[in-house]
């Protein structure tokens, strides 16, 4: 197991996210922060915690919880299973910023977006992710990266939240 982020090593990179969100979007006005279940939602809570204290201005956060394709389900659909996003802002004509932990393949993100055009029309979604590992399987590329990390398909990153795990670190660990 080899550590990649610690505590102010993502503290920066998030900092660094928000300022960039905020330069592409000229501003925090119209922005929604939607985090996709489990971590990224904390981490979309960070991001527009940030985001108040740059801007003064409070983003709103919404959560879209995604059932991941499981070996499990594999068998039984073809589709990604998702459960229906419940926000309480409007989406329509907001530009919303998918926030994920770590992205892969990119089905996650795929299925995220899929349950928020379901939900409402938005001018642009946007992908914000703490870490980028590689191996897409669909061409999905984040817009915002905290890090970079290359990595073998034997290997997992692992990202821990304090308010999940009692502490905020990132690492690498061999399958």
Known sequence: MKELMNEKDMARALTRISHEILEANKGARDLILVGIKTRGVPIAHMLAKKIREIEGIDVPVETVDITFYRDDLKKKADQPIYEEASFKTDITDRTIVLVDDVIFTGRTARS??????????????????????????????PDYVGKNI???????????IKSLDGVDKVFIKAL
């Open 112 to 141: 995220a977006m899929d349950a928020i055009m379901d939900y409402g029309r938005p001018n642009y979604i946007q992908l914000a992710t703490l870490i980028d590992r590689g191996h897409r399987e669909l061409p999905i590329r």
């Open 150 to 160: 290359p990595t073998s398909r034997t290997e997992n990153v692992h990202v821990m």
